[in-house]
C-alpha cells in the first residue's frame, strides 16, 4: 500500500499470481501425449519401407550409355505406332529442298568419281561452312556413293527426311529437348498425333548459328504519338501525313 496518494495499491508494485502446484500437474496429460504423438511418427518414419519399382520395368535398372540403341528402338516403336502405321520415327514436314538441287542424284549420278578431298567446291560456291568446319567437310555427313542420303558416323544411310539422327549424334541434349517438344516446334495434339519440324527447318545445317539481328529502336508510347506524328510531318516535305498502323487502319 502507497500512504502518500490515500491507501490505494501501487501497481508498479504488483506482481502476478504465483504457479501452484495443481496448475502444473494439469500439464502432465498433455505432455505425455504431445510425447507419445512423437513416438508414433518416429517408429512410422524409422519403419516405412522404401518405394521400389517393378520388378522388370525401365525404373528398376539403371542404363549405360551402351543402352542407348535398344532405347532408341522402343521410343521409335512408340512413335511409329502413334503415326498410324507411318514410316519414320517422327512426323516431319518435307526437308526444305531448293527445287533446282534436288534431288543430287541429277548431277551426282552412279558414273561420276568421288572426290573425296578436302577443297573449297567450284559448283556449290554458295555454301560456306561454318559448323565445325576445322574438323568436318561435305562427305562427313552427305553420303559420297549416293548423294540423295545422308550416313551417320557409323556409316548407316539415312534419308533427308530423318535428318535428325545425324544431328542428334552431337547435339544429344537438343535433340533430347527437340524430341519432347521444348525445342523447335511442335504441333498437334498432346495426347494423339504430332508433327515436329526438322532441324535444318530452322537451322542453316551448313551455318546453324543465327545470323544477329540489328535492334529496332522501342515503339512510341501512346502519351508522345501525336507529338512524334507531328515531328514527322515537319520533317515531311507534304503537309498531310499518312501513316499505316499496326492494326491496319490509317492514321492522319
Known amino acids: 500500500m502507497n500512504d502518500l496518494d490515500g491507501g490505494k495499491p501501487d501497481e ?37 519401407k522404401p518405394v521400389l519399382a517393378p520388378v522388370g520395368t525401365a525404373a528398376d535398372r539403371a542404363f549405360s550409355p551402351k543402352d542407348f540403341a535398344a532405347v532408341f528402338e522402343e521410343q521409335a516403336r512408340i512413335a511409329a505406332s502413334s503415326r498410324e502405321g507411318k514410316d519414320g520415327l ?14 543430287c542424284s ?7 568419281e568421288v572426290n573425296r578431298e578436302r577443297r573449297e567446291l567450284s559448283f556449290h560456291d554458295d555454301i560456306v561452312l561454318h559448323h565445325d ?49 521444348i525445342h523447335g516446334k511442335r504441333t498437334g495434339h498432346w495426347n494423339g498425333d ?9 537451322h542453316n545445317p551448313h551455318s546453324p548459328h543465327f545470323a544477329p539481328i540489328k535492334p529496332l529502336p522501342p515503339p512510341v508510347r501512346p502519351q508522345f504519338l501525336r507529338s512524334a506524328h507531328a515531328a514527322v510531318a515537319d520533317a515531311a516535305p507534304s503537309d498531310a501525313i499518312t501513316k499505316e498502323s499496326s492494326d491496319g487502319r490509317t492514321m492522319h
Open 90 to 103: 517422327f512426323p516431319v514436314p518435307p526437308p526444305p529442298f531448293n527445287e533446282d538441287l534436288y534431288p
Open 133 to 181: 568446319e576445322a574438323n568436318r567437310w561435305c562427305l562427313d555427313c552427305h553420303d559420297g556413293s549416293n548423294r540423295d542420303r545422308l550416313h551417320l558416323a557409323g556409316g548407316t544411310l539415312l534419308p533427308f527426311e530423318e535428318s535428325y539422327k545425324l544431328c542428334g549424334q552431337c547435339h544429344g541434349t537438343q535433340f533430347r529437348d527437340w524430341r519432347a517438344g
Open 194 to 202: 504430332k508433327q515436329y519440324l526438322l532441324c535444318v527447318n530452322c
Open 12 to 48: 508498479r508494485t504488483q506482481t502476478d499470481p504465483e504457479f501452484t502446484m495443481p496448475q502444473s500437474r494439469a500439464l502432465i496429460p498433455m505432455l505425455v501425449v504431445a510425447a507419445l504423438a512423437v513416438l508414433v511418427i518416429l517408429l512410422n518414419i524409422t519403419g516405412a
Open 106 to 112: 541429277t548431277c551426282h549420278d552412279e558414273k561420276m
